[in-house]
Structures are given as C-alpha cells and as structure tokens.
C-alpha cells in the first residue's frame, strides 16, 4: 500500500529538469553554450500561458576563480490568454539577460551579493557544476506581461452581455456611458 502511494506521487512529480554545465569546461576564453530545447522540457503547467515554439537559448559562461557569470539569449514563442477579450494570442520574446553562479556556503559572498542583485541574478551551484535552467526559467517568467493583451487596443467583453467588442458591437453598447448613474437613479427610485 505504501509503495502505490509513493508510485504515484513519483509519477506526479518527474525530476526536475536541468541543462547541466561542468565548470571544468568553462575555459580561459569562456564557453558558448547554443541549445534549442522543446516546450515539453519546461514545466509550466500552473501557468497561465504556454510555450508553443521551441526554445532557443544561447549562453556565454565566464568565470573567475569560482563564479561564473553567464550572459544568456532565449527566444521562443508563447501563447496568452488576452486579458480583456480572453482569446488566446501568440506572442515572440526575445529576451537577454546576466546571471552569477558562486558556490553554495560561502560566507564570505554574503556582502557582495546584496549589493549586486539588483544588476545579476544569483544562483547557487555545488558539486562542480551548474545548472542554467534556472535562470533560463526566471527569465522567461520575467518576460511574461502581467496583464496580457492581444493587442493594446482590445475591446475587450460587454460588461452586460458579454459579447466580444473587437468582433462586432452588442446593442447595450450605448447604456455604457452613463452606466453608474442609471444605477443610482435605480437605488432612488
Ligand atoms: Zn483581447
Ligand atoms: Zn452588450
């Protein structure tokens, strides 16, 4: 009974997915990183939005001693719900952005990262590797509008009868304008 439990929520929950880098491979002259990854690679799926294209992310990894900087490219296309209308859209990002790996429990970086994280984005790496899906993830969520909108002019839903406006116009169109004070002549009445 116990096994089909931990079975399941096993299945539920696949292990996370990264796009692991040895540092040992970081040389003098850096290292380029180009990989294109499908949708089904991100785990989106509480979101609401979702990745239609593949994902194109092109990376250039630095370091000094035992930070590594990265300075990242990704590209893809995504698919909204528009925030007034509710019909879905597509929309290209292209996106740029920096981040720095330093090693997990250094003390002596504590100082240093509150005052650079407003420029880099901070991530922790361990065991000689790294792991840029991360920030490759925050950056894509960063890229999302938080009110998508097909397009800055949409009409939008009828507030009455909930006819889409960018399609045609509904016949209570008209009551909108004055749509409070009709209200309040009701509550006098
Ligand atoms: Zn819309
Ligand atoms: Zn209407």
């Given at each position: 009974m116990k096994e089909v439990l931990h079975t399941k929520r096993f299945d539920s929950h696949p292990p996370p997915a990264g796009i692991w880098i040895d540092i040992e491979d970081i040389g003098v002259e850096g290292l380029i990183i180009d990989l294109v990854k499908s949708p089904?690679?991100?785990?989106?799926?509480?979101?609401?939005?979702?990745?239609v294209h593949d994902v194109t992310i092109n990376c250039s990894l630095s370091r000094s001693e035992h930070d590594v900087y990265l300075k990242g490219k990704v590209s893809t296309t995504l698919e909204f719900r528009c925030g007034r209308c509710i019909d879905n859209f597509i929309e290209d990002i292209d996106t740029e952005f920096s981040a720095e790996y330093i090693p997990e429990k250094k003390e002596y970086h504590k100082e240093e990262i509150e005052l650079g994280e407003s420029e880099l984005n901070v991530y922790y790496y361990e065991g000689g590797r790294l792991d840029i899906f991360p920030s490759v993830m925050d950056q894509i969520l960063l890229s999302i509008p938080i009110k998508p909108l097909c397009n800055e002019n949409c009409l939008g839903l009828c507030p009455h009868c909930g006819q889409k406006l960018n399609i045609h116009k509904c016949s209570c169109k008209e009551e909108d304008g004055d749509n409070r004070f009709s209200i309040l002549k009701r509550i006098q009445h």
């Open positions: 089904s690679f991100f785990d989106f799926d509480d979101r609401d939005f979702k990745i």
